[in-house]
Structure formats: structure tokens, C-alpha cells
């Protein structure tokens, strides 16, 4: 079956303003403050960027051929600024400015204890690098540059195929489930984690919507 729905925010909470300090010529372009890019809403609510995942599904669908993210710095950002990213899979970090990053992801759950572990930690990354990383770990990431303090992002590393992220409007498919009673959950890196029950049943359509006040 095929799961499909659109998240929402109805609060007042705003995304935060980012102060730029170093690299201004390319990372500011004359303008030193800007959202961060957090917290991204359509004009009737739609929230960007929240993961909508399934949990509890071992069997089903393959890896789709595009499934290891590439998170690229553009213009000292993270572009995606939220990426899915798979146990098992690869995370390919880029580096498009003519600035130097340090590309940084570092595991906030289902660590060792002791404090987060670093899943990628790669040195300083030149204009036109590319550098590939095995991800051997599933959790939230925090994705983060050492040398802007302001550049972060989220890699959300699922165990199975059954994760997306939201698009501008909020709207999200997973499709190929299969029938069954599943926990799914939304999670967004500002508004926190929200999860129900849901039944699939084999080739139907199953909605589920999810607001954030």
C-alpha cells in the first residue's frame, strides 16, 4: 500500500535569524544576518523538512538506486538541510563554495554513551571536493561545519526504506509498504516527535496528517 499525508505547524515559533561572522564575501553576500533554514513553513502551514518514517518494517521494498544523500555547502549552507540516509548506505559530503568546511556529522541518539559519536568527522574540504563516507550507525545526526558555527543540518539514518522527508508544502509519500499496522512517526529537528498508529492495507491508500501547534 502507499501511505501519503501533509504535516502542518500552527504555532507562533519563528526560525531563528543567523548572524554571519566569517567568510561574508561568499557566505553573506552583503546581507551578514539570515533565517537559518530550521524552521520553514508554506503560506497555509505546510512544514518543510520534518522526516516522516515507519518503524518496525524488516521486509519489503529494495534501496532505491538515489538512496545515500549527498549533502553539499553552498553559499556556508547545507543544501538538502534535512537528509535520509540509510544503515548500511553511504553519505557523501561536497563542497561547491570557494571557502574551505568541515563537514561534520555527529549522532545524537542510539550512541555510545559517553556523549554523541561522530559518524563523518571529514578534515577541511577544499572547493570541488567530494568526499564519501560509510554510515555504520542509524539515529539522528547533527550535521555541522567547525570553521561557520552557524551551518547545520540533520541526517536522520533509518534501518529500513521507509523514511522521507517533507517537501515545501508538507506533503510526503511512502510507497511499496507493506499491509500491516505500523508506528509512524514525524520528527522535525525544531518541533520535536510525534507518532500514531497506522493500518496499510495491501494495494490501498492510507492518509495520515500530522499537526504541529
Avoid at 33 to 45: F, N
Avoid at 158 to 179: L, N, R
Wanted: charge should be negative; include cysteine; charged fraction near 20%.
Amino acid at each position: 500500500g502507499t501511505l501519503t499525508g501533509r504535516i502542518t505547524y500552527a504555532g507562533d515559533q519563528t526560525d531563528e535569524i543567523l548572524e554571519i561572522t566569517s567568510d561574508t564575501e561568499t557566505c553573506a553576500h552583503e546581507h551578514p544576518s539570515r533565517p537559518a533554514g530550521a524552521l520553514v513553513t508554506s503560506e497555509d502551514g505546510g512544514l518543510q523538512n520534518a522526516v516522516v518514517y515507519i518503524a518496525g518494517i524488516t521486509s519489503g521494498k529494495a534501496y532505491a538506486e538515489d538512496a545515500d544523500p549527498v549533502i553539499n555547502n553552498i553559499e556556508c549552507a547545507f543544501s538538502p538541510r534535512v537528509s535520509i540516509g540509510h544503515k548500511g548506505g553511504t553519505v557523501t559530503t561536497q563542497n561547491s563554495d570557494n571557502v574551505a568546511h568541515n563537514t561534520k556529522i555527529a549522532l545524537t541518539i542510539m550512541g555510545r554513551s559517553g556523549g554523541p559519536p561522530t559518524l563523518v568527522g571529514n578534515d577541511s574540504i577544499q572547493e570541488g571536493d567530494s568526499v564519501e563516507n560509510n554510515i555504520k550507525k542509524a539515529g539522528i545526526a547533527v550535521v555541522q561545519c567547525d570553521l561557520h558555527a552557524w551551518m547545520k543540518g540533520a541526517l536522520f539514518v533509518h534501518d529500513s526504506p521507509y523514511a522521507v522527508v517533507t517537501g515545501e508544502d508538507g506533503s510526503f509519500s511512502i510507497g511499496d509498504v507493506p499491509a500491516g499496522t505500523y508506528t509512524v512517526n514525524v520528527w522535525h529537528e525544531i518541533l520535536g516527535e510525534q507518532t500514531a498508529e497506522i493500518t496499510v492495507t495491501a494495494g490501498g491508500d492510507t492518509t495520515h496528517d500530522a499537526a504541529y501547534e
